[in-house]
């Protein structure tokens, strides 16, 4: 029963964000996509986790609910007005060849900006742990005693958060690669640089951001640009063979990063089917426990009566981390309390973050939210064709993929992605729209400037 309303939920949901919003990938469609599949990996039961309780199914798909109502309030508001770009905005679409030259050139100085920043960054951290380690290869053998080291202590001496640029380089390089049509160096760099970050981390988290943002720049600000163009099956071919090649990028290094730590893959409880995935790679044990074990640990988690949080300490934790610094009494841990499922795990889905920072009432309202902000930046992007729009709707899709695991906000690398790319985004803006009014291409004045 509870399998059919899955995809009852899965494909309805999917299909009224392609009625609703005319494209096939969009907030909504990753939503249950990502929720969808996870729901039905976990009740196929190839690891033997608690029974959820009807209370937290109940709770699960009325967040899901919430969500797809958020996104659908706004378009019910937007709805009667045509999804064109606002002739008073200066906009930034692809309509002249010297127009084209300009925003690639813009783009790939500030990548290659963002690459020397970041692999400067990176070879710092490096240069820290084979000091600490005593060698290069010391620190891919002892994959595992580093995780376990990060996680319970930290890793001391690096620069915190310049390396997360590495995130607004990738959402640039996916603007950038859509545009030019083919996969150059200086949009690969940024993927070779987050890989080499997460194997220094033995994470894998950033991994998936960067694939979400990729995809985002890749698929949303160049769309336009690629319309203009005849298509043909071998332009989609090269295109789906780019997006290919760029996400391989990716899955090895989360590949690489799994099989370093020396992941274990025996888990209690873990049925026969699961066990012959022991000594495989990419689909491991581990990999479908990293996409399920979440919402046994969101049922443990209310079977717990919840925690001691203050108010916000999840969601907006990058904040008062911050003011924790100054003095304040407002410490938030870096991960969260683990819970038996019966496999021990500590990321129970947003939906934990949110009842933990604001009660029951939090799982309804905040995914509403979530919805609404998406949906809005949405048609704002489609209308102004703006890098800031772009910007702020990349960083919400991260966090709706995400929330499977947790709520995103927590993470203060994905806060100083959104910050840089606002800031590169800005620049960009005002400058095109600069550009246009010196050549004349209209009239009206241009809010960017």
Request: charged share 15%; net charge positive.
């Amino acid at each position: 029963m509870i399998i059919i309303l899955i995809i009852i939920a899965t494909v309805g949901s999917i299909i009224l964000s392609r009625t609703i919003f005319g494209v096939w990938f969009t907030h909504v469609s990753l939503y249950a996509a990502t929720w969808g599949v996870s729901l039905l990996l976990f009740e196929l039961n190839l690891i033997n986790y608690y029974k959820i309780e009807i209370e937290t199914w109940i709770i699960i798909f009325c967040g899901w609910c919430a969500f797809i109502l958020g996104a659908i309030t706004v378009y019910f508001a937007y709805k009667n007005i045509p999804l064109q770009k606002n002739n008073l905005s200066c906009s930034i679409s692809i309509e002249k060849s010297d127009k084209i030259t300009d925003e690639l050139r813009l783009l790939k100085k500030i990548l290659w900006i963002l690459n020397v920043i970041t692999f400067l960054t990176t070879i710092y951290q490096w240069n820290v742990l084979i000091n600490k380690f005593g060698s290069l290869s010391n620190v891919i053998i002892y994959g595992n005693f580093l995780y376990s080291y990060r996680v319970s202590e930290g890793l001391p001496g690096g620069i915190p958060y310049v390396s997360s640029l590495a995130l607004t380089s990738i959402l640039l390089a996916g603007v950038y690669t859509s545009k030019v049509g083919r996969l150059k160096i200086v949009a690969v760099i940024p993927f070779v640089i987050i890989i080499i970050l997460e194997i220094a981390s033995m994470g894998r988290a950033k991994l998936i951001m960067a694939g979400v943002l990729f995809f985002s720049g890749f698929y949303f600000m160049g769309k336009e640009h690629r319309q203009k163009y005849r298509k043909s099956i071998s332009n989609i071919f090269k295109k789906i063979a780019i997006f290919i090649v760029a996400i391989a990028f990716l899955i090895i290094g989360a590949e690489f990063v799994r099989s370093t730590r020396g992941v274990n893959e025996k888990f209690h409880g873990a049925s026969q089917t699961l066990e012959k995935l022991g000594g495989m790679s990419f689909i491991t044990p581990s990999i479908y426990l990293y996409l399920t074990v979440h919402h046994g640990v969101f049922n443990q988690y209310l079977k717990h009566d919840g925690e001691n949080n203050f108010w916000g300490s999840n969601t907006f934790a990058p904040l008062f981390r911050i003011m924790a610094k100054l003095g304040f009494n407002t410490h938030v841990e870096t991960y969260q309390i683990k819970y038996p499922t019966p496999v021990s795990a500590n990321t129970g889905t947003y939906l934990r973050e949110f009842h933990a920072d604001f009660g029951l009432i939090g799982v309804f309202i905040c995914p509403y939210l979530l919805g609404i902000f998406s949906s809005f930046f949405w048609y704002r992007m489609k209308r102004s064709g703006r890098y800031t729009d772009m910007a702020v709707f990349s960083y919400l899709l991260v966090v709706i993929a995400m929330s499977l695991f947790y709520i995103a906000t927590r993470s203060g690398d994905l806060l100083v992605c959104l910050i840089g790319s606002l800031g590169f985004g800005y620049l960009i803006d005002r400058k095109l729209c600069h550009e246009k009014m010196t050549k004349n291409l209209h009239k009206s004045p241009c809010p960017v400037c």
